[in-house]
């Protein structure tokens, strides 16, 4: 799944897949904007707790546009990607891809 949303929401969702302490989110927003088109990535892991549970692989990570590119076609092979990979991107109705 993919989720296309600002600085706040992307740290509220952090409190709510992690739940850290409140020292801990501050500290977090502290350190750095999130930057436009960064990418927090969670996967599944199914050792972790009693049943599984979302961990955070990588955070804030941005991608350079290839150059000659126009950022349509990028984010349409971005979303092509997801989908090959078996995610569900509900974010690509509203561009219109």
């Known amino acids: ?3 296309v949303a600002h600085q706040m929401v992307v740290l509220c969702l952090r ?3 992690e739940n850290p302490g409140e020292k801990e989110i501050l500290a977090i927003d502290r350190k750095a904007d999130v930057a436009n088109c960064a990418i927090p990535e969670y996967r599944f892991h199914p050792e972790v707790g009693c049943d ?3 961990v955070l692989s990588r955070y804030n990570v941005t991608t350079p546009w ?3 590119q126009r950022s349509g076609d990028v ?3 971005l ?3 997801l989908g090959a ?3 569900s991107p509900l974010a690509a109705s509203a ?3």
């Open 1 to 3: 799944m993919m989720i």
């Open 15 to 17: 409190t709510i897949i």
């Open 52 to 54: 599984g549970t979302l």
């Open 66 to 68: 290839p150059f000659g």
């Open 75 to 77: 984010l349409a092979g």
């Open 79 to 81: 979303i092509a990607g």
């Open 85 to 87: 990979q078996g995610l």
């Open 95 to 97: 561009w219109g891809i």
